[in-house]
C-alpha cells in the first residue's frame, strides 16, 4: 500500500512538472503578435514624435539627442541599426515594404514583452521602443519561485489528500491479512468514506466466509458421528459373529452388517449429491412438468398423480429435479399411512407442484429445520437427514423454492415451486 502512495504521488508531481515545462515553453517562444498590435494604436504617436525629433538631427549627434528624448518616457527606447540582432527580422521586413511602425513580441534576458519600431530612414537606423509596460514577460528567476512554490503547495495538497486514504487502505489490506491467517473475525472499518463500497463488500465476502467455514466444520462433526454409528454397529457384529454358532443367528448379522453397509452407501452418496450442489451450477434446458412427474409415478409406483396441468414447462437440470422430487415423495412413502398425492398447477409465473401425504405431518416449529443437513426429526427408519436439504438446494440453483405446509385434514404438504420457462 506504501508502494501504490508513493507511485500515485511521484506520478501526480511528474505531470505537474510536464505541464509546467510545457507551458512555460509555449509562453516564451509561441509569438502574440496579437497583443502586440494593441499597443500600435496607443504608442503610436509618441513613437512618431520621437523619430522626428532624432531624423532632425545629424546620426553623429543621435546618441546625444536619444538621452534628451529618453527623459521624456517612462520605458525603454534605443537605436539599433539595420540588421542589428535587436530588430526582428519579420519588422525588419515590414519596415523594408515602406511601413511606418511596425511591432512584435519576443524575448531577450531581462527584455522579454512586446516591441515598436520604426525606420529614422530608409534603410538606416531604428528607433526601437519596449519592452512596453504590462507586456513584460517574467524572468526566470520569477518564474523559478512562482514554480516553485506552486509545486510545493501542490505537493503538500496531495499529499494531504493521499495520506488519509492511504491509511485507511492500509487498514484493509491488515483486515485482508487477518483473515487469511485464519482470523474469521476480522472486519474492515466501513466508517472511511473513501473505502466504504470495498470495506463493505470485503466485510460481505468475510461473513459468507465465515459462515461456510462454519458450516463445513458443523458438516464435517455431524458426517463424522454419522459415519460412526453404522461403523461402531458394523464392528459389533463382526465381534458377535467370531461366537455366533448358530447359522441362522450369523445370517441375521450379516443382514445387520448389509444394512448398515447400504445407510453408509446411502450417506456418501447423499454427501456427493450435496457437495456437486454447493460447487457447479446446473445446465438449463426446458423441461415438461408432465414428463418429469410421469417418471415420478415409474420410480414410486405407490404414489397417485391425480391432477397435472397442461402445458407446464420449466427450465433446468433434468436430473436433479428428478432427485428433488424423488426425494420428497420417498420422504412423503416413508411416513404416509395410506396414500401420497401428486399434484401440479400453474401460479402465476411458477409451476407449483404439491407432494402430500396423510401421515401425522410435521410441527409448524419444525418445518425449516428439516430442510437444514442431518436434521431428522424422528430416529426410526431410514435416511441420513440430508435428503430435504438437497431438495432446497436444487430448488434454490433453479431459482424456486420449497416448503413444508400442513395438509387437510391430517397430514404433510411439501410444495416445490420452479419458474416457468420463456
Not at 521586413?93 to 530608409?122: D, N, Q
Not at 458443523?218 to 454397529?233: I, K, M, N, Q, W
Not at 401460479?347 to 443437513?373: H, M
Request: glycine share 8%; with cysteine.
Amino acid at each position: 500500500m506504501k508502494r501504490l502512495f508513493l507511485r500515485t504521488f511521484l506520478g501526480l508531481c511528474v505531470i505537474y512538472l510536464l505541464a509546467l515545462t510545457v507551458g512555460a515553453r509555449l509562453l516564451y517562444h509561441q509569438p502574440v503578435t496579437s497583443h502586440a498590435d494593441l499597443f500600435r494604436p496607443a504608442y503610436g504617436p509618441s513613437v512618431s514624435l520621437a523619430r522626428e525629433r532624432l531624423a532632425a538631427v545629424p546620426p553623429e549627434q543621435r546618441r546625444a539627442e536619444l538621452e534628451r528624448v529618453r527623459a521624456h518616457f517612462k520605458y525603454p527606447l534605443d537605436i539599433f541599426s539595420w540588421d542589428s540582432d535587436g530588430i526582428d527580422s519579420s519588422a525588419r521586413e515590414e519596415l523594408a515594404g515602406g511601413a511606418s511602425l511596425t511591432s512584435w513580441f519576443g524575448y531577450e534576458p531581462g527584455k522579454g514583452g512586446s516591441f515598436l519600431a520604426s525606420a529614422i530612414e530608409p534603410h538606416g537606423d531604428i528607433l526601437r521602443f519596449g519592452p512596453l509596460p504590462g507586456s513584460s514577460m517574467p524572468t526566470y528567476p520569477r518564474w523559478a519561485s512562482v514554480v516553485g512554490g506552486v509545486g510545493i503547495t501542490l505537493a503538500l495538497g496531495t499529499w494531504l489528500l493521499l495520506w488519509p486514504i492511504a491509511k485507511q487502505f492500509r487498514a484493509l489490506e491488515e483486515a485482508a491479512r487477518r483473515l487469511q491467517s485464519g482470523d474469521l473475525r476480522a472486519r474492515a472499518n466501513e466508517a472511511a468514506a473513501s473505502t466504504r463500497p470495498i470495506a463493505q463488500a470485503f466485510n460481505a465476502m468475510a461473513e459468507d466466509l465465515h459462515r461456510h467455514i462454519d458450516a463445513q466444520r458443523d458438516l464435517l462433526r455431524t458426517v463424522s458421528h454419522e459415519l460412526r454409528t453404522p461403523l461402531a454397529r458394523i464392528r459389533f457384529a463382526i465381534d458377535r459373529l467370531a461366537t455366533t454358532e448358530s447359522a441362522e443367528a450369523r445370517a441375521a448379522q450379516l443382514d445387520e452388517i448389509d444394512g448398515d453397509l447400504s445407510e453408509l452407501d446411502d450417506l456418501v452418496d447423499e454427501l456427493l449429491t450435496w457437495s456437486r450442489l454447493e460447487t457447479a451450477a446446473p445446465p438449463h434446458e426446458a423441461l415438461a412438468v408432465e414428463s418429469l412427474l410421469l417418471d415420478l409415478e415409474g420410480a414410486f409406483p405407490d404414489i397417485e398423480l391425480v391432477d397435472v396441468a397442461d402445458g407446464l414447462q420449466v427450465r433446468g437440470d433434468r436430473r436433479l429435479l428428478t432427485r428433488a422430487l424423488g426425494n420428497l415423495a420417498a420422504n412423503a412413502l416413508r411416513y404416509a399411512r395410506s396414500r401420497v398425492v401428486v399434484r401440479a398447477l400453474r401460479a402465476g409465473d411458477t409451476a407449483r407442484i404439491v407432494i402430500e401425504d396423510d401421515g401425522p405431518g410435521i410441527p409448524e416449529p419444525e418445518r425449516e429445520r428439516v430442510f437444514e443437513p442431518f436434521v431428522r426429526l424422528h430416529s426410526e427408519g431410514r435416511g441420513v437427514g440430508l435428503g430435504l436439504a438437497i431438495v432446497r438446494r436444487i430448488a434454490d440453483q433453479h431459482g424456486g423454492s420449497v416448503r413444508i405446509e400442513s395438509a387437510d385434514p391430517v397430514g404433510c404438504r411439501a410444495i416445490l415451486e420452479l419458474p416457468l420457462a420463456r
